[in-house]
């Protein structure tokens, strides 16, 4: 009765956390905008029209929120751009959750040399200027968006491996941990059963917090001209775009720009949400 009353109350203080909800509410909103949008929108993502260009936002012309320099409705390239986004924020973190939990999960369990060899190497590769190193994979190889996702996924995964150590050196202490071993069940057997179930909650909270970077920093791709290609676009490509006809035409810059904010906004609201719900120590502290 114990367990499944302790399993519930997350559930329920995040039920009870009206920030954490009202974000979480939003998120969705626009994720479902973005997708029913773009389905029900009578434009396409790459229809071209050279005698509306620059056109204003209008609600009874068609464009709610204004077309391009090339005349393409700005809302379907915008609801097409969130998808983008959404999708490299998410699959980029999957990348950098599946290799940052696993290795410091190993880590942190074995210990000893094994720790301290895998751990050099976490500081060796943090020395390393990433940037550079993704900028030169965009340069050198055709670029897409699975060559983004592993690429940016490739830089989250250190803090991963950092944070699911510290908490894996703790657990490892635990009595059923040591309940596991004397029955006989193998070290990678404790680590998958009994390790990360239990980091659930610093990896939930620590996914709200790597989301919002990797947006960021696929944004800043796009702005530099290594991120998403035309066709495709995304929010990070748009308010470069925007920024670059801002005189003329603000609206390519206000609309993607707003989105973009508000989806960080949530973000950051969200994990520290989600932070008080599984770590009420930290947050009184």
């Given at each position: ?5 302790g399993n519930r109350?997350p559930?329920y203080a995040i ?8 974000c979480l509410?939003a998120l969705?909103?626009?994720?479902v905008l ?13 229809e071209?029209s ?6 204003g936002p209008s609600?009874?012309g068609g464009?709610?929120f204004g077309?391009?320099?090339l005349?393409r ?7 097409k751009?969130?998808?983008?986004t959404f999708l490299i ?8 959750l599946v290799?940052?939990?696993?290795y410091g999960a ?8 094994i ?14 200027p990433?940037?550079?190193f993704?900028?030169l994979l965009m340069?050198v ?7 983004m996702?592993?690429a940016i996924g490739?830089?989250n995964?250190l803090?991963t491996?950092?944070?699911?150590r510290g ?19 193998s070290?990678?057997?404790?680590i ?10 610093i990896v939930?909270?620590y996914?709200?917090l790597?989301i919002?970077?990797?947006i ?8 530099l ?7 495709q676009t995304s ?10 006809r801002m ?11 707003s989105?973009?904010a508000?989806?960080l ?9 989600l932070?008080?719900v ?5 947050a009184?502290?």
């Amino acid at each position: 009765m114990k367990t499944s009353s302790g399993n519930r109350r997350p559930r329920y203080a995040i039920l009870g956390n009206r920030l954490v909800v009202v974000c979480l509410l939003a998120l969705l909103a626009i994720a479902v905008l973005s997708i029913v949008g773009t389905i029900a929108s009578p434009y396409s993502v790459e229809e071209i029209s050279f005698d509306q260009n620059f056109e204003g936002p209008s609600l009874g012309g068609g464009h709610w929120f204004g077309t391009d320099d090339l005349g393409r409705d700005l809302f379907v390239r915008t609801l097409k751009g969130t998808q983008i986004t959404f999708l490299i924020a998410i699959v980029a973190t999957m990348v950098s959750l599946v290799i940052g939990v696993t290795y410091g999960a190993i880590a942190g369990y074995f210990g000893g040399k094994i720790d301290a060899i895998m751990m050099r190497a976490v500081d060796a590769l943090y020395a390393m200027p990433f940037i550079f190193f993704v900028i030169l994979l965009m340069v050198v190889f055709e670029r897409s968006l699975t060559l983004m996702f592993i690429a940016i996924g490739a830089i989250n995964w250190l803090d991963t491996a950092r944070i699911v150590r510290g908490q894996t050196i703790s657990l490892k202490q635990r009595a059923f941990v040591d309940a596991a071993r004397m029955v006989g069940v193998s070290n990678f057997a404790i680590i998958a059963r009994h390790i990360a179930p239990n980091l659930l909650g610093i990896v939930i909270v620590y996914v709200t917090l790597t989301i919002p970077q990797i947006i960021l920093f696929e944004s800043f791709l796009s702005f530099l001209g290594l991120g998403v290609q035309e066709p495709q676009t995304s929010l990070g490509a748009l308010v470069s775009e925007g920024v670059s006809r801002m005189e003329r035409a603000p609206w390519m810059l206000l609309f993607p720009a707003s989105f973009l904010a508000v989806m960080l906004l949530c973000l950051n609201f969200l994990g520290d949400g989600l932070r008080d719900v599984f770590d009420p120590k930290s947050a009184k502290a």
